[in-house]
């Protein structure tokens, strides 16, 4: 971070354009990951993260995933389906996946604009995941996913999109469950055992989420799966959670 703008561009541009083996994949993900902090013009930083969205190194990809949270609309619209749906790596793919609920709640950009010369980078994030069409992204990468550890973070992604969206209103919820209903069903039908589990798992989070009449159970459930010790059960009484 000690050199100037000009100059982080042209040692930042050399090292992705001409990636090397061995430990060189640690300097360029450090690159990456200083990107969108560090580089002002949308040009210059477009051109960048394309070069390193195809580098040969599936932990520098995974930087470019991640630095989309913080990114200009028009680059989160075009590397972040391709990563999502695309790329070789399930860990990748994973990664991606991982950036939906900080475009979706807007809690991605406040870490990035630290840098010397970041603010105007900053101010061209996303702050709202609306202008993005994430339940769609999500909902295919479901639809299309074969690999388990992809599918078990998607499928935590929907959960927390969900859980965040109700958070805001009732309403917000209901563009994940349209979108998503299907591919669930989908998996708890025909996925192998554990996928199975884990999108039954799913299904029960976004019945609960996703209707209102059960909010009024949602935080005495919590407390009391909480005070419950692993291996144990517990049980509850209408009274105490039918608080209105």
């Given at each position: ?5 000009a100059?982080?561009v ?15 994949l640690?300097v ?24 390193a ?5 599936p932990?520098?990809r995974?930087?470019?995933?991640t630095?989309?949270?913080?990114a200009?609309?028009?680059l989160?619209?075009?590397l ?11 860990k ?13 709640s807007?809690?991605?950009t406040?870490?990035?604009?630290s ?11 996303i ?12 909902a295919?990468a ?9 599918l078990?973070?998607l499928?935590?992604v ?9 958070s805001?209103s009732p309403e917000?919820?209901t563009?994940?469950?349209l979108?998503?209903n ?6 708890h039908q025909?996925g ?19 209707t209102?009449?059960l909010s ?15 291996g ?6 209408r009274?105490a959670?039918?608080?209105?």
């Amino acid at each position: 971070q000690s050199l100037s703008p000009a100059n982080f561009v042209t040692v930042a541009t050399k090292r992705l354009r001409a990636p090397q083996a061995g430990d060189d994949l640690f300097v360029r993900r450090r690159i990456v990951d200083v990107l969108v902090a560090q580089i002002s013009d949308p040009a210059e930083l477009g051109a960048l993260l394309r070069v390193a969205a195809s580098d040969p190194s599936p932990h520098v990809r995974q930087g470019v995933a991640t630095s989309l949270s913080a990114a200009p609309l028009a680059l989160v619209l075009e590397l972040l389906p391709a990563l999502l749906l695309h790329d070789a790596e399930a860990k990748v793919r994973a990664c991606a996946a991982l950036q939906l609920p900080l475009l979706a709640s807007g809690k991605n950009t406040a870490s990035v604009a630290s840098g010397s010369y970041g603010v105007q980078a900053a101010q061209a994030v996303i702050h709202v995941g609306s202008a993005l069409p994430l339940t769609n992204w999500l909902a295919q990468a479901l639809a299309q996913e074969r690999a388990v550890f992809p599918l078990r973070v998607l499928l935590r992604v929907l959960e927390q999109c969900v859980i965040d969206a109700a958070s805001r209103s009732p309403e917000a919820v209901t563009p994940w469950l349209l979108a998503c209903n299907q591919a669930i069903h989908k998996l708890h039908q025909s996925g192998e055992y554990k996928v199975r589990r884990w999108a039954a798992q799913t299904a029960e989070v976004l019945w609960l989420y996703g209707t209102p009449e059960l909010s009024d159970f949602i935080v005495p459930l919590q407390a009391a799966v909480q005070a419950c010790p692993p291996g144990s059960s517990r049980s509850c009484s209408r009274a105490a959670l039918w608080r209105r």
